[in-house]
C-alpha cells in the first residue's frame, strides 16, 4: 500500500465517520444520561461492532448479505427494531447522572454499568446491514492484491477503529459540556424526546432501505 492510498483511505474515512448517525447519537445521549465516562464504554461497544463488521465481512458475510435478500432483511429488522426499541426508552427517560451532580461537579456514580453501555454500543454499532455492504465493497479498493493481505487489513482496520473511537470520544466529552444548561427545567427530557425520536427515524429509515442490486 502506497502512502497516496493510504492517506485516500484515511479521507473517506473520515468523512464516514463524521457523518452523524445512530452511532454518534448514542455516545451524545449516554454522555449526557450517564456522563461521559460511561459513555466511552459505549463508544468501545461501537468500535468492537465495527472491527467485527470488518472480519465478518472479510469471511464472507458481506458477500452473503449482498446475494441474499433474505438474511439482508433479517439483519436490517433486527438491527431497525433495536433502534426504535432505543428510541422509545430514551423518548420516555427523565433524567440524567447530572441532575444528581452537586455544584462542584463531581460526578455522582451512575445506576447503568458500563458492561451495559458496551453492549448497547455493539448493537447499534453492529445494527445497520449495510455497513457490512459497505466495509465489502470498500476495502478491496485500497488493498493491494500483490502484497500480503494481513498486514494491509490490520493497518486499514486499525486505522477505522481509532478514529472512529476518538471521534466519539470527543463527541461525548464535548456534548456533557452542555449538561449544566441542560440542568435546568424541562430541557434535559426535551433533549431525550429529541434524541429518542430521532433513534425511532433512524430505525424507521433502516427498515426503508433495500439491498443494492
Known amino acids: 500500500m502506497t502512502l497516496s492510498t493510504y492517506l485516500l483511505y484515511l ?3 473520515a468523512l464516514l465517520v463524521l457523518s452523524p448517525g445512530p452511532t454518534m447519537l448514542m455516545c451524545m445521549t449516554c454522555s449526557l444520561q450517564h456522563g461521559p465516562r460511561k459513555a466511552l464504554a459505549a463508544a468501545a461497544g ?6 467485527g ?18 438474511a439482508f432483511w433479517v439483519l436490517k429488522a433486527l438491527g431497525a427494531a433495536y433502534l426504535i426499541w432505543l428510541g ?5 427517560s427523565t433524567g440524567s447522572v447530572f441532575d444528581q451532580l452537586p455544584a462542584s461537579g463531581i460526578n455522582a456514580p ?12 455493539l448493537v447499534v454499532g453492529g445494527s445497520n ?7 465489502t465493497a470498500f476495502f478491496p479498493q485500497f488493498l493491494d ?9 490490520a493497518v486499514l482496520a486499525s486505522t477505522f477503529v481509532a478514529f472512529e473511537f476518538t471521534v466519539l ?18 430541557r434535559m427530557r426535551w433533549f431525550n424526546r429529541v434524541s429518542g425520536g430521532l433513534f425511532a427515524l433512524m430505525g424507521s429509515l433502516l427498515l426503508a432501505t433495500r439491498r443494492a442490486a
Open 11 to 13: 479521507g473517506a474515512v
Open 88 to 92: 422509545v426508552k430514551t423518548f420516555r
Open 110 to 121: 451512575a445506576s447503568t454499568s458500563a458492561r451495559k453501555l458496551f453492549a448497547q454500543g
Open 46 to 51: 461501537s468500535v468492537t461492532a465495527v472491527l
Open 169 to 186: 470520544g470527543l463527541c461525548a466529552a464535548g456534548v456533557a459540556r452542555l449538561a449544566p444548561a441542560l440542568r435546568h427545567g424541562n
Open 53 to 70: 463488521t470488518m472480519l465478518l465481512s472479510a469471511l464472507g458475510l458481506g458477500a452473503l448479505l449482498a446475494a441474499s435478500e433474505t
Open 145 to 153: 492484491p500483490a502484497a500480503a493481505w494481513a498486514p494491509q487489513f
Open 129 to 135: 446491514p449495510k455497513a457490512i455492504l459497505f466495509f
